[in-house]
């Protein structure tokens, strides 16, 4: 273990190919930097096709990268003996049939190098860990995907790996599960594990993760901690201010505050949206707009949901606004 | 290793937990207890098959002719009387009926043979005058020992048996003592099979089990196999499942690999089942304990692995199990295609046409070809052109010589009369060099004849099961054409044969094999297990030694003669020589092992020998009175496809090979004379230039069923069971290793393939 990040990214690219002669491309990712320090909880957002799941399976040298490079744990992304130290839980996992909870902690377990021995030693407090302790015997044709998800956990924490890589892992779970496997990150990271997460559900991120990535259509739309990212997410709401003007009047009036959204409505009014704290906030903005000589028509106010910010910051419309 | 150790150890896990392994367990179970109650048993020979007499109407004569003599107390007599008045009658009106009616010929035998089936029970048959002119049998003698009122049922239908048949050999076909009866749940399912226990037991041993197994394993348990295992590599390819397989340290080449290594442990452990379970029931019902039995399952599991390649690649391509199956039978059906065309061209167009021996005459050298037409060297037109044609007769049945009787200044053969089957009864067939070889009709040969020779006066030699009869009379003498069933038995009117010797016959059965020394005229015979020396004196023969041979009785044999030194080859493959007259060994070697001798032949000078082997190799043995042996492979070309030799005048060996190109050899120095050497037909190209290179890349799975033949039997060349088993007859050759080389470099190369694919695919 060195001084190293746990990952480091940069300018890292990935184009698909298909076809028969390989002529058709598809960028899953392009030029993404960023690293990920040891004992974090990252999570890796984005929306389904964003780049998550190609992202994590670079990492882990399951596809090869077409430009840029990318390091775990200080070796070369896909290096055998980093794999050996990092645990993968991974999308729409599935355990082939024959298997018993047991069964597969050994062959996962023997695969990750640990000995039978170890893996006897360990299965058991882990499946336990897990919820899974009553039914180690049973065979996985009879789990419900909940239960399939946590052996999948157990399998990725059996070899007790520095870096754990988790794609969706309340995927399919019910709300004491959730809860259970943010409980787990928790301590894992109380443990000192570094855990990247790939998810798309906004709430579990901002529950568990000290840092946040978003990425859409292999792009990184940001990277920092959720308020960061997500500005007044919390505390804010959104001031809706109908107002008479030419639009670049308002949008020069507007210049100076953080992530505006202008609706034009008409040559002479536009409907502005902005992000605001308080009430002061509130009375600077009408300030302003007021400054520039701009009519005020309409007002009203509507809290931010955590949705809608993650939107905004994917550049992407939010659902239907209220008017006051 | 412990990665790749536990993806394996759960592929057997796999194979545990899955419905199919059970199933296709059950199956070999029901198989095997099907098989199980196989068996049989050996019975004393006594009744009488209509296909025991080889001349039923010739039997009744000689019974008639005995019973009408004034004088009493002959077996024909006792017999006759003792047949009812029904059956007499019946039999009696033989006469009557036409050759050519086929059915009522074949009824009457069948009457006849019930007719003395009915005498086998009589306690009264036995009559001690009718029977002291016939000399019984040690068999017979201890029965009637016993004393007839005292036998079993059993005892005494044998020896009534032996007391009808001794008088009357000629008409029976030999029969061993004991005979054979196939059995299920202990319940006869077979007609007695005439063989002996051990012949029958060879006979399962090396063609029944072979072919069972072949079918049983190679066939239905591969394709049960490949359809079986097809998915496990495509759902190794399960997106769910293989990113957590991908994450972990684990080479993917490797992994793959121990995925492959899973699938062919899955079919182990039914193969080792089923080769298991036959070996034990095969040991226990029939005796035959053959381990090498046990040896076909590494071999059906290579041969599993080998169709895996190709599955496991189409499955790592398209991830699909019904592309892996389908993938799999078209590269089945390619290696078949492939396989069965070299297999047709060979045995159609390249085999028969192969010449095998040469004669040679005064102006010219006459080939023999694998289906005994005969040819000879056309210097215009560098070609074989056919010589010695036979008048409507196939060349097969043609079957001694030809050989060349300076004396008669002609090619001499012998033509077997009717069907094998008929007793041994041959004619000459004759070409003499002023009608251009043209074939003509020869009188009979002595009864017995079994070879040729041609004597050190340019006269012809018959050598019979009695010793040696000379040919003196004119070869021109009409015959006359005896009709026997339907067969044409030629009988001679004259007697163009003389018996030479020896005073006391010699009592030869097949197998059994003779040869001249040209220069002194002294034959030398073989006969199993026992070699005998006809020194020549005053144009008679007489036995100057016999010496017991350390060989099974019923195994064929090669005699030359060289001088004072006689090489006898065996069907062991073992080449023994002896020092003549004394008979004393020599030498005894095994140049090829695995293979057996064809032909063997002696240099005019007596220097030398040379043996060519059925896997196509020739060896020179020195034959002088100090040559030490052992036989040396000779230094020609074409080793390992020669299918003759033979000494000229001059001692120069000329051997055959490429089917039909023949090189003339200087004695000694093994300098190149000249060749016979024919254009090769377009077949020929294509089979040399396009087949066989061809085959020889092409994978051969299917042809695995050689090795496993040659592991059964520890042989290299098999007796194509035609019923000849003289050592001259042509023999398959097994190539044992070359499918399993070619199989295996193809095995290597799909699974490098596979492994190149997945180690650079994304996934």
């Known amino acids: ?324 | 290793m412990r990665p790749y150790l536990a993806i394996i150890v759960d592929s057997f896990r796999e194979a545990l937990a899955s419905r199919v392994l059970w199933i296709l367990l059950l199956l070999i179970t029901l198989i095997l207890a099907g098989i199980l109650p196989l068996g049989f048993r050996a019975e004393r020979t006594t009744a009488i098959l209509a296909r025991d007499l080889t001349d039923g109407r010739g039997l009744v004569r000689a019974l008639q002719r005995d019973a009408d003599r004034p004088s009493t107390g002959s077996p024909g007599q006792r017999i006759w009387s003792a047949l009812d008045e029904k059956a007499r009658t019946a039999l009696g009106d033989w006469e009557q009926v036409a050759e050519s009616d086929r059915d009522a010929m074949r009824a009457r035998t069948a009457q006849l043979a019930e007719a003395l089936n009915g005498l086998l029970e009589r306690r009264d048959l036995y009559d001690a005058s009718a029977w002291s002119q016939v000399l019984l049998g040690s068999e017979a003698r201890e029965l009637l020992d016993q004393g007839v009122d005292a036998l079993s049922a059993d005892d005494l239908a044998r020896l009534n048996r032996l007391l009808i048949e001794t008088p009357y050999l000629e008409y029976f076909r030999p029969q061993p003592p004991r005979q054979i009866l196939i059995t299920y749940f202990g319940a006869k399912i077979s007609p007695p099979i005439r063989a002996t226990e051990k012949r029958v037991r060879r006979v399962i041993e090396l063609l029944v089990l072979p072919a069972v197994i072949g079918i049983l394993v190679g066939f239905i348990g591969v394709l049960a196999a490949i359809l079986v295992t097809a998915p496990i590599i495509p759902q190794m390819f399960d997106p769910g499942s293989l990113s957590l397989l991908l994450s972990k340290p684990v080479s993917r080449s490797w992994m793959f690999l121990a995925k492959f290594a899973g699938g062919c442990t899955f079919i182990l452990i039914n193969v080792i089942y089923l080769v298991t379970g036959l070996w034990v029931i095969v040991g226990l019902r029939l005796g035959i304990w053959n381990a090498r039995l046990l040896l076909c399952i590494p071999i059906f599991l290579f041969l599993f692995a080998v169709y895996y390649s190709v599955s496991a690649l189409a499955g790592v391509i398209w991830r699909n199990a019904v592309v892996s199956v389908v993938m799999t039978v078209v590269f089945w059906l390619a290696c078949t295609v492939v396989g069965a065309t070299k297999s047709i061209v060979e045995q159609l167009a390249v085999e028969s046409r192969r010449l095998v021996r040469l004669v040679e005459t005064p102006d010219a050298w006459i080939a023999v070809d694998e289906s005994g037409a005969t040819h000879r060297w056309d210097t215009a037109s560098s070609a074989w052109q056919g010589a010695f044609l036979e008048g409507g007769d196939t060349p097969a049945s043609r079957v001694l010589g030809p050989v060349f009787a300076p004396r008669q200044d002609a090619l001499l053969a012998a033509r077997e009369a009717g069907r094998r089957n008929f007793g041994s009864r041959k004619s000459l067939l004759i070409g003499r060099r002023v009608d251009e070889w043209t074939e003509a009709d020869g009188p009979a040969l002595p009864d017995g004849t079994f070879d040729l020779l041609a004597g050190p006066q340019g006269q012809l030699l018959a050598v019979t099961a009695r010793g040696v009869d000379e040919l003196v009379g004119d070869l021109a003498a009409p015959t006359k054409k005896m009709q026997v069933f339907f067969f044409e038995i030629p009988q001679s009117l004259g007697k163009p044969f003389r018996a030479a010797g020896p005073d006391t016959p010699l009592q030869i059965r097949p197998p059994a094999a003779a040869a001249i020394d040209r220069a002194t005229g002294h034959v030398a015979v073989y006969s199993r297990g026992e070699l005998t020396w006809l020194q020549r004196t005053a144009e008679r023969y007489e036995v100057a030694k016999t010496v017991p041979v350390d060989a099974e009785p019923d195994q064929g044999a090669l005699l030359a003669v060289a001088g004072a030194t006689l090489l006898l080859a065996l069907d062991d493959g073992r080449v023994l020589t002896f020092a003549a007259p004394a008979l004393e060994l020599r030498g005894s070697w095994q140049p090829e092992p695995g293979s057996q001798p064809r032909f063997a032949c002696a240099a005019p000078d007596g220097a030398s020998f040379a043996i060519v082997f059925h896997n196509g190799r020739l060896h020179r043995l020195d034959a002088g009175p100090d040559a030490a042996g052992p036989p040396q492979p000779a230094p020609v070309r074409g080793q390992g496809d020669i299918a003759g030799a033979a000494f000229a005048a001059d001692n120069s060996l000329l051997v055959i090979d490429r089917i039909t190109r023949v090189t003339r050899y200087a004695a000694g120095t093994w300098q190149r004379l000249d060749s016979f050497s024919p254009a090769l037909t377009p077949l020929e190209i294509a089979y040399y230039y396009a087949i066989v290179p061809l085959y020889t890349v092409f994978p051969q799975p299917g042809e695995l069923d050689n090795t496993i033949q040659y592991v059964l039997r520890g042989e290299q060349t098999v007796d194509l069971g035609m019923g000849d088993d003289s050592l001259q007859a042509r023999r398959m050759r097994l190539r044992p290793w070359a499918p399993v080389r070619s199989s295996f470099v193809f095995m290597l190369v799909m699974l490098a393939l596979s492994c190149l694919y997945v180690q650079r695919q994304d996934f």
């Open chain 1, 1 to 324: 273990m060195g001084d190293h990040a746990a990952i480091e990214v940069e300018e890292l690219g990935k184009t698909y190919r298909d076809g028969l002669l390989r002529r058709r491309a598809f960028a899953a990712l392009r030029g993404v930097t960023f690293q990920v320090q040891r004992g974090e909880i990252f999570g890796l957002l984005g929306p389904n096709g964003a780049g998550k799941t190609t992202l994590v399976k670079l990492l882990l040298g399951i596809v090869r990268t077409t430009q840029g490079s990318a390091r775990m744990l200080g070796r070369p992304a896909g290096d055998r003996a980093a794999r050996r130290r990092v645990g993968y839980l991974p999308e729409n996992l599935r355990i082939p049939r024959h298997h018993t909870a047991l069964t597969a902690l050994d062959l996962f377990g023997q695969m990750s190098g640990l000995t039978r021995g170890e893996i006897r030693e360990r299965s058991g407090p882990l499946l336990a860990s897990v919820d899974l302790a009553d039914r180690a015997h049973d065979s996985v044709r009879k789990y419900s995907k909940g239960m399939l998800q946590r052996l999948g956990l157990a399998i990725a924490l059996l070899h007790q790996p520095e870096l754990i890589f988790l794609d969706e892992p309340t995927d399919g779970l019910d709300p004491p599960g959730r809860a259970h496997v943010r409980q787990t990150l928790v301590q894992l990271k109380q443990e000192g594990k570094t855990i990247f997460l790939n998810s798309h559900l906004l709430q579990e991120v901002e529950l568990v993760c000290d840092r946040v990535a978003i990425l859409d259509h292999g792009v990184l739309k940001g990277l920092g901690t959720v308020e960061q990212l997500v500005p007044y997410r919390g505390e804010g709401f959104e001031l809706q201010v109908q107002v008479a003007g030419p639009e670049p009047a308002v949008r020069a009036a507007l210049a100076g505050r953080p992530a505006p959204r202008i609706e034009p409505l008409s040559s002479e009014q536009a409907m502005v949206h902005l992000p605001v704290r308080d009430q002061a906030d509130v009375d600077q903005c009408i300030d302003v707009l007021r400054q520039q000589g701009l009519s005020i028509v309409a007002l009203g106010r509507r809290r931010i949901s955590l949705e809608e910010a993650f939107l905004h910051v994917l550049g992407l419309p939010a659902p239907g606004t209220d008017h006051a």
